[in-house]
């Protein structure tokens, strides 16, 4: 690949991150602030979607919804039950890799709702090897059919009822839950 079309891929996607996040209506506390810390990395990173240039940058997730409710996964390094997600790879923007992140840990199709994406929820937390995790979380649709995760990823991959979810998951992760479920309201 040309460097500096890898190059101008990543501006790019950092712009178009930018955008997002200023345009995103957050809610409650911890949104509140992780929107603004949000905006102060992006302000500082050069490349904030490259997990290479610093310990800080981002990530994106997939809410996955369907008839059944929600999608989890035993996340096999942190053992916390957690929505689908992880790093960009370079020139992809946020919604294109919760799509791609979100197949690749279910082994199902997945979809941005009508409408195209929706980025429900984000979080700034901490994450392994002392990185932090600036990540975007999309709506996306599932089948009703049963997760099917490929060798190498957590075959502990499951849909729950939005009361069960709500349960299994920790802080950084219940915003999400019931903004989407809202959002969703059942299709």
Known sequence: MDPTLATSERTGSADHVRR??????????????????????????????????????????????????????????????????GHLDPGEVPEDAAVREGEEETGLTLAHPPGGPCLVHLDVHPAARGHTHLDLRYLLVGPDRDPAPPPGESPHVHWYGWEEAAELADESLQGA?????????GG
Request: charged share 30%; proline share 7%; aromatic share 4%.
């Open 20 to 85: 997002v996040v200023r345009d995103h209506q957050p809610e409650g506390h911890r949104e509140v602030a992780s929107k603004a810390r949000f905006l102060e990395e992006l302000g500082r990173l050069d490349r904030p979607c490259d997990e290479t240039a610093d310990p800080v940058h981002v990530t994106a997730s997939a809410v996955v919804v369907g008839p059944r409710g929600t999608i989890l996964h035993l996340h096999r390094r942190l053992g916390r039950w957690m929505q689908p997600g």
């Open 177 to 185: 839950l019931r903004r989407a479920r809202r959002t969703w309201g």
